[in-house]
């Protein structure tokens, strides 16, 4: 469907329709006519409802206004039909309107709402809405177009009649529902009927038809496999023993070894702990540990370009741990993400420790992302950034499926802190979330003389994961590898029916998290 299509291009007429995508200066528009409208149900969505739906799929919201002023208007989401099935509710498959349920690759259209300026009802436009709707099916590639339908006008016949015979009757003409009948007539099928779809649908008494309209030109054939959704992860995260090392050519012959050992166990990525280069900061002829930590920064890029040079030949995408970095003459932990195919990302660590601002003069950065990987979608936190929930909580907006923590603790109490932390993060944001940290001395640098550590991988706590929600750990204080295999499937169907709902529960109509920094 194109941005802007003319309906009628007559300028002398009394209307000047045009169907187009909503955008966030139409609120007020919709505003009035859902105060006019839904004054039994509900009432108007709140402009953060609205916001999320634009943001998250612009092309599924759209309207018609005529001469500037939007008079009808259809909302809608992709979604995997299959994770909600038929036994859903409104708030469960909308993500109470805000559409976080939304997703790419889903197989189905879903439709939020429609709904007409009653001043514009003779003139069609519903039809001229769900044909934009069919489109879009069509151009997508999506299996059908389904809906929960209300029947407002059951209330009337509901001591008479069950639901599922008021619909056979108006099926067969003999009842007027302005909603069902005018889904019908739009080639819709009812499925079944809906119990406390949506409670507060006092007309329809709850109920609703579940509605289905098949697109005849899908194509069912099975997506490539090199650009297929995948629904597991194999996970390598490396237990680092710090040692002394020569030069930097010895360090990167024992990155070598985990990567290779790794790699060989087919692992989709590799994990490092937070300053795993630390033993090269013996290396400084400096007597401080602000000489010895600059001087580090120094051997940063030449082990980036090793290190993605390793990913791209052990395909093997690699969390290099963190490594200093000299910007501007200001100091800053980064955390690389070097995908095997050649590509490098950044996350910089955005809460330092007390150690760090003090002890180094380092400075925090201003960025948080999520990253599109090609085996899901996953955030990067260094070490102190998770023990603030709220980081956590805006990538698990953007969706990510793991969070990767590379830490460096030297006392149990601080690794503890980091781990109960990070197992937070995994329940709080149904996400799982791997920690690896380093173990062993450096007896010859300065502040960073010892270490402790238990890799892990964690889970959120429900019955689809384990008792304790503990994936797999170490043993601690010892060097070695943690390999796990993660089933994201299990995520999404945790979202929808677990014993608790943590990402759809959430009361956004009381609280949100708002990133204020750089995007």
Not at 27 to 55: C, H, M, N, W
Not at 174 to 180: A, M, R
Not at 414 to 420: I, K, S, T
Request: with cysteine; charged share 25%.
């Amino acid at each position: 469907m194109p941005t802007r299509e003319p309906v009628n291009s007559n300028e002398e007429g009394e209307h000047l329709l045009e169907l187009r995508h909503l955008t966030l200066d139409d609120y007020d528009d919709i505003r009035e006519l859902q105060d006019a409208i839904y004054q039994r149900v509900g009432g108007t969505l709140p402009f953060k409802q609205f916001k999320a739906q634009i943001s998250t799929f612009p092309d599924g919201q759209i309207c018609i206004d005529d001469k500037g002023k939007v008079v009808a208007v259809a909302l809608s989401v992709i979604v995997d039909y299959e994770q909600f099935g038929d036994k859903h509710t409104y708030e469960e498959i909308t993500g109470d309107a805000y559409i976080t349920t939304h997703d790419p690759n889903g197989d189905v259209l879903y439709g939020v709402d429609v709904f007409v300026s009653p001043e514009y009802r003779g003139l069609r436009l519903g039809r001229r809405l769900y044909e934009a709707r069919k489109e879009l099916v069509r151009n997508l590639n999506l299996r059908s177009i389904m809906a929960g339908g209300r029947i407002p006008n059951y209330i009337q016949y509901a001591k008479e009649l069950t639901p599922y015979e008021y619909i056979e009757q108006v099926k067969s003409k003999d009842i007027f529902d302005p909603i069902l009948t005018f889904q019908l007539s739009n080639g819709f099928d009812v499925k079944q009927v809906m119990k406390a779809y949506l409670p507060e649908d006092k007309d329809s008494l709850g109920y609703a038809t579940l509605l289905q309209w098949h697109n005849m030109y899908f194509d069912a054939e099975k997506p490539n496999l090199l650009g297929g959704k995948r629904s597991s992860a194999r996970v390598g995260c490396v237990q680092w023993q710090m040692r002394y090392f020569e030069n930097v050519e010895a360090l990167l012959q024992q990155v070598e070894y985990f990567v290779d050992a790794l790699s060989d166990y087919k692992c989709d990525v590799a994990l490092f702990p937070e300053f795993f280069n630390a033993p090269l900061m013996g290396l400084s002829d400096g007597e401080s540990s602000i000489d010895a930590i600059w001087h580090l920064a120094e051997y940063t890029e030449e082990i980036l370009t090793a290190i993605s040079r390793l990913s791209v030949s052990y395909n093997i995408n690699i969390i290099a741990g963190s490594m200093p970095v000299v910007e501007d003459d200001e100091l800053f932990n980064v955390a690389y993400l070097c995908h095997r195919d050649g590509k490098i990302e950044s996350q910089y660590k955005l809460q330092l420790t007390p150690h760090e601002k003090k002890e180094w003069i380092m400075k925090g950065g201003n960025k948080l992302q999520s990253f599109n990987t090609d085996f899901g979608k996953i955030g990067i936190l260094i070490c102190y950034d998770v023990e603030f929930p709220e980081l956590a909580r805006l990538l698990s907006e953007q969706d990510i499926q793991v969070l990767f923590v590379p830490f460096w603790t030297d006392t149990k109490n601080g690794y503890l802190r980091v781990r109960r932390c990070a197992q937070a993060r995994a329940i709080e944001n149904e996400c799982y979330v791997a920690i690896a940290g380093s173990v062993g001395n450096l007896p010859q640098v300065d502040n960073v003389d010892i270490q402790y550590a238990q890799t892990a991988v964690f889970s959120p706590s429900d019955f689809a994961f384990p008792h304790d929600a503990i994936v797999s750990e170490t043993t601690p204080n010892t060097e070695m590898t943690l390999i796990v295999d993660l089933d994201f499937d299990k995520l999404t169907k945790l979202q929808n029916e677990g014993s608790v709902r943590n990402y759809l529960d959430k009361r956004r109509d009381l609280f949100r998290v708002e990133w204020l920094g750089e995007k």
